[in-house]
Nanobody, 126 residues
Framework: QVQLVESGGGLVQAGGSLRLSCAAS????????MGWFRQAPGKERESVAT????????YYADSVKGRFTISRDNAKNTLYLQMDSLKPEDTAVYYC???????????????????WGQGTQVTVSS
């Protein structure tokens, strides 16, 4: 059974940093795109960053460019999101997602991903 488990969320002051991790199990994920998405209260889920299967191509939402870095370690079946210069508007539940089809593409739409973690809360205080 495929499972994605996020960790690393928490409470941080504005300007601080957090590193999210997503441990994948149940199948090798090295051939599949992965991504981070987030959902704030009262808002729709939005893409944050996505990465292709080998980790050399990435997408970032405009709101996080220059502050967040997505990476993956296929040997460890783990996805990461380094978040620096955090802002109160980054407060949300962050979800890890994995694609279901082996591809070199790394889509930004949530509908393109079939596997999801349970989410980890990130709260940035002002």
């Amino acid at each position: 059974q495929v499972q994605l488990v996020e960790s690393g969320g928490g409470l941080v002051q504005a300007g601080g940093s957090l590193r999210l991790s997503c441990a994948a199990s149940g199948r090798p994920f090295s051939s599949y795109a992965m991504g981070w998405f987030r959902q704030a209260p009262g808002k729709e889920r939005e893409s944050v960053a996505t990465i292709n299967w080998i980790g050399v191509s990435t997408y970032y939402a405009d709101s996080v460019k220059g502050r967040f870095t997505i990476s993956r370690d296929n040997a460890k079946n783990t996805l990461y999101l380094q978040m620096d210069s955090l802002k109160p508007e980054d407060t949300a539940v962050y979800y890890c997602a994995a694609g279901t089809t082996a591809t070199s593409y790394y889509p930004s739409r949530a509908s393109e991903y079939g596997y999801w973690g349970q989410g980890t809360q990130v709260t940035v205080s002002s």
